[in-house]
């Protein structure tokens, strides 16, 4: 772990995990089912060697972190267990001991837009990526932690995580380099394609790749699979639109909206990074949720927040609700306060732009529209824009001479700032 410079003396911490053990406990019996599936991940963790009894007394510093577990709506029979890393003693956590490290994360929009680049793709998953990174047996006595043995009658044993965390400030940087270090220890060994593919088509632990032909992209799966295994890293829970190529491939290493596309289920929606992905129709898409009118600034700000939106599917509907929201700040509205019709009125048309019929946005639409929005609303839009102040973020699209959809990408970090870059993709894009 990056550990940063002499620390000295660190505080004592061993009183406040016992303390919030004792918390967890009393939630842990009230609710049978979660301490079931909180004890269920635990024991994975011992059994596949993430996690180790503590039986010596160590010489050197040592840490204490407390954990809870978190649930993901849509997997509501899983905990995940977190160690909070960010728990302060005497004004210092662990994570203020760590080395955040640089940023070597792939840019989402990037990975995004060559994921759209070709007629064929997959996405695939690496499991519980931190996991998969190991830490020097010396240094972790600074990952210790307390959990029950066998009952919650008994006092919790000390444990210790011989990996990275969920939480830690340093995890992500780790895992990444570790990923990319895979793809340049073995580069004899693979193809430059699924070198490529590991070094710059993941994002954390989520993999996008897109290429023109089906044998091709079977491929590159198999290889990026084994190239990721050489680093012990799993790569697995594949999807892909493309059926004929999803049957070349074991179905235990499918993914479940998959499973449900080849049985022919109902629903087959999955996410690449969080965007929904229709693969029944391979459309990626943004579900808003805004059925209702907000009438206060402080819902209308939670409402734009809400919507998760990196490839701005969304954004000629969303800029209206940063406009209301920079005149009412301009006004001093309280946050708590009811909109009046003379503030509120001018605006109704963002509530009609949401309407249940039309809350999916895709990112394929019929020749002439951009994203659901036809060419002279996005001129319009990105006038807004300026004329507002607000970063355009979006992507421009009309159709070529031979076929092709030519993209512009407007992205800018700064406020009211642009850079334009242009590039030619099939009609999937």
């Known amino acids: 772990m990056p550990l940063h410079g002499k620390h000295g003396h660190l505080p004592e911490t061993r009183d406040i995990a016992l303390r919030r053990m004792h918390s967890l406990r009393k939630k842990l019996l009230k609710d049978g089912n979660y301490y079931k599936q909180y004890s269920a991940f635990m024991t994975e963790m011992q059994q596949k060697g993430y996690a180790e009894q503590?039986?010596?007394?160590?010489?050197?510093?040592?840490?204490?972190?407390?954990?809870?577990?978190?649930?993901?709506?849509?997997?509501?029979?899983?905990?995940?267990?977190?160690?909070?890393?960010?728990?302060?003693?005497?004004?210092?956590?662990?994570?203020?001991?760590?080395?955040?490290?640089?940023?070597?994360?792939?840019?989402?929009?990037?990975?995004?837009?060559?994921?759209?680049?070709?007629?064929?793709?997959?996405?695939?998953?690496?499991?519980?990526?931190?996991?998969?990174?190991?830490?020097?047996?010396?240094?972790?006595?600074?990952?210790?932690?307390?959990?029950?043995?066998?009952?919650?009658?008994?006092?919790?044993?000390?444990?210790?995580?011989?990996?990275?965390?969920?939480?830690?400030?340093?995890?992500?940087?780790?895992?990444?380099?570790?990923?990319?270090?895979?793809?340049?220890?073995?580069?004899?060994?693979?193809?430059?394609?699924?070198?490529?593919?590991?070094?710059?088509?993941?994002?954390?632990?989520?993999?996008?790749?897109?290429?023109?032909?089906?044998?091709?992209?079977?491929?590159?799966?198999?290889?990026?699979?084994?190239?990721?295994?050489k680093g012990r890293f799993t790569l697995t829970k594949f999807s892909s639109p493309c059926v004929e190529f999803m049957s070349s491939i074991p179905r235990e290493w499918y993914s479940r909206s998959t499973s449900e596309l080849i049985d022919e289920s109902e629903s087959h929606k999955t996410k690449a990074l969080g965007v929904q992905w229709n693969l029944a129709t391979d459309e990626l898409g943004v579900r808003a949720e805004l059925v209702s009118v907000s009438r206060t600034k402080r819902d209308l700000l939670s409402a734009i927040a809400s919507i998760y939106d990196p490839l701005s599917i969304l954004a000629a509907v969303l800029i209206e609700g940063r406009v209301i929201m920079q005149d009412h700040c301009r006004l001093k509205i309280a946050w708590d306060m009811e909109l009046d019709s003379d503030t509120y009125g001018p605006h109704q048309g963002v509530s009609k732009e949401a309407e249940p019929d039309q809350q999916d946005k895709c990112a394929k639409k019929p020749e002439g529209y951009f994203m659901g929005i036809s060419h002279s609303s996005t001129v319009a839009f990105v006038l807004r824009c300026k004329r507002h102040g607000f970063r355009s973020s979006g992507i421009l699209a009309g159709l070529g001479s031979v076929g092709k959809c030519i993209l512009q990408i407007h992205h800018g970090k700064g406020k009211g700032s642009t850079t334009e870059a242009c590039f030619s993709a099939p009609p999937r894009a």
């Open 54 to 229: 503590v039986t010596t007394a160590s010489p050197g510093n040592v840490w204490y972190i407390p954990h809870s577990g978190v649930q993901h709506p849509d997997k509501p029979d899983k905990v995940h267990v977190v160690f909070d890393c960010a728990s302060k003693v005497e004004g210092t956590s662990l994570n203020d001991l760590l080395l955040q490290g640089p940023d070597m994360m792939n840019s989402l929009l990037g990975v995004l837009v060559k994921f759209r680049g070709s007629l064929f793709a997959y996405r695939g998953d690496i499991n519980i990526i931190f996991y998969q990174v190991r830490v020097p047996e010396q240094q972790r006595d600074y990952l210790r932690f307390f959990w029950w043995e066998n009952s919650l009658d008994e006092e919790p044993k000390e444990w210790k995580m011989a990996v990275h965390l969920f939480g830690a400030c340093s995890s992500p940087s780790i895992a990444n380099f570790m990923l990319k270090q895979t793809a340049s220890d073995f580069k004899n060994e693979f193809s430059e394609e699924a070198r490529f593919t590991v070094a710059n088509n993941f994002n954390v632990d989520d993999c996008l790749r897109a290429e023109d032909r089906k044998d091709a992209l079977l491929v590159n799966l198999l290889e990026v699979k084994e190239l990721c295994k």
